[in-house]
């Protein structure tokens, strides 16, 4: 399978969203593709697999569009489908941080490419941030970045009032260096500081996914593996599958480790969620996991089954 992931923040009027739905959703079902598009005014997000031509008629399609020319994609490839439908969506926000007054496609951050990252790391006045959420930060992230330890991207914004700002006073950086999986994230994270007043914001281009695809093992600065929110889980250098799993009850990331532990019971429980639901929830998702066993058997797919978060 081919695996495209994509964003562009830019205008798209409101009027137009339904009939582009309506057009990319007939397409991606015509050329077999699964995954997810989300649709917004301020633009559109997405993560696409299925065979390479399809996955490029979709993209010439969408690039046919003078607005999306250029369209930055991170090509990879999966052994397996990586999400069980083709959705569209249509969204208010294509990355949600729930402040509709921040416009990345005015005004972001610096964007630094993954070969020159390394020494804006290395930089004693590079305040590094990672915008992603904590269970993310968990599987791994750059050495020295600040985690701002939240469970949403809507919670970035009270960070940076809480946190960030008296930390940049108390230290100032020459520059502010934030980066996420994709690149989606950061760059919105870099509009809102832009827009608070902040100097010498800086973003990773691509975010992690371009730099472990283009940075060396033996010269990268990152630690652990990358979480992805389909069903790879997690990603290593060349883009490479990792060792994490999912939980299928809660839909969080599983080490090897927290499979080995006793609170883990496959597609029921894990150590995320073993105190969060009922006796009767563990019941049904105890049949949902006998029903995927059933398909796996079969040669097909449960569709019940849970898919992996999307980046909130």
């Known amino acids: 399978m081919r695996v495209a992931a994509f964003y562009r923040f830019v205008p798209l009027a409101a009027a137009e969203l339904p009939g582009l739905r309506r057009r990319l959703l007939a397409l991606g079902n015509a050329e077999d593709l699964r995954g997810s598009l989300l649709l917004a005014t301020e633009g559109l997000n997405g993560t696409v697999c299925g065979p390479e031509a399809g996955v490029e ?20 490839v999966a052994p397996a489908p990586i999400c069980h439908r083709f959705k569209v969506r249509l969204k208010r926000e294509i990355v949600t941080m729930g402040v509709p007054s921040i416009d990345p496609s005015a005004a972001t951050g610096t964007p630094v490419p993954a070969e020159d990252w390394n020494a804006l790391l290395a930089d004693p006045e590079t305040l590094v941030i990672d915008t992603r959420n904590g269970y993310e930060v968990a599987l791994g992230s750059f050495e020295g970045a600040i985690d701002p330890a939240t469970a949403s991207f809507r919670d970035f914004p009270a960070w940076v009032e809480q946190d960030l700002c008296p930390l940049v006073a108390e230290r100032r950086p020459r520059r502010l260096a934030l980066f996420c999986t994709g690149g989606i994230r950061c760059e919105k994270a870099t509009a809102y500081l832009l827009d608070r007043g902040f100097e010498g914001v800086h973003q990773l281009q691509g975010g992690i996914l371009r730099y472990l695809e283009r940075v060396s093992e033996a010269d990268s600065l990152w630690r652990g593996e990358c979480y992805v929110f389909d069903q790879r889980v997690a990603l290593g250098h060349r883009l490479a599958p990792g060792r994490h799993s999912l ?66």
């Open 57 to 76: 008629a979709l993209l010439s399609h969408l690039q046919a569009d003078p607005r999306l020319v250029g369209l930055d994609i991170k090509r990879s």
């Open 247 to 312: 939980c299928h009850a809660c839909g969080l990331p599983l080490s090897p480790a927290d499979r080995a532990l006793p609170s883990h019971v496959p597609g029921v429980s894990c150590r995320h969620c073993i105190d969060r639901y009922s006796d009767a929830d563990r019941e049904r998702f105890a049949e949902r996991q006998r029903q995927v066993v059933l398909a796996a058997g079969r040669g097909g797919s449960h569709l019940g089954r849970q898919d992996p978060l999307g980046p909130a």
